[in-house]
Nanobody
């Protein structure tokens, strides 16, 4: 599986962005798709995941502002980000894997990663 993330950019506090991640391969629907982010000087952290069955899970600080969705017909996963804050500034990565439910937030349970797209939120 190859992943290509896009949609990042420079926005102001309170703005919205939608990230996209296009996947190659015919088994897209079998994977859990996730978004992680990494801010300068910090470790990569989990943001959101959408399982192959449609369940989703979020980082607490984004769950009322971000929405993850997937379109299996287009082999694409999205991250709609609303009410952006400066602390959301990071490189955002999409990932694909088959973690069990208790491991959805763990970076080492995802097998495939996109190249990252930069989101910068100015105050």
């Amino acid at each position: 599986v190859q992943l290509q993330a896009s949609g990042g950019g420079l926005v102001q506090t309170g703005d919205s962005l939608r990230l996209s991640c296009a996947a190659s391969g015919r088994t897209f629907r079998a994977y859990t798709m996730a978004w992680f982010r990494q801010a300068p000087g910090k470790e990569r952290e989990f943001v959101a995941a959408k399982t192959w069955s449609g369940a989703d899970i979020y980082l607490d600080s984004v769950k009322d502002r971000f929405t993850i969705s997937r379109d299996n017909a287009k082999n694409t996963v999205y991250l709609q980000m609303n009410s952006l804050k400066p602390e959301d500034t990071a490189v955002y990565y999409c990932a694909a894997g088959r973690p069990i439910t208790s491991q959805l937030r763990r970076t080492n349970k995802y097998d495939y990663w996109g190249q990252g797209t930069l989101v910068t939120v100015s105050s």
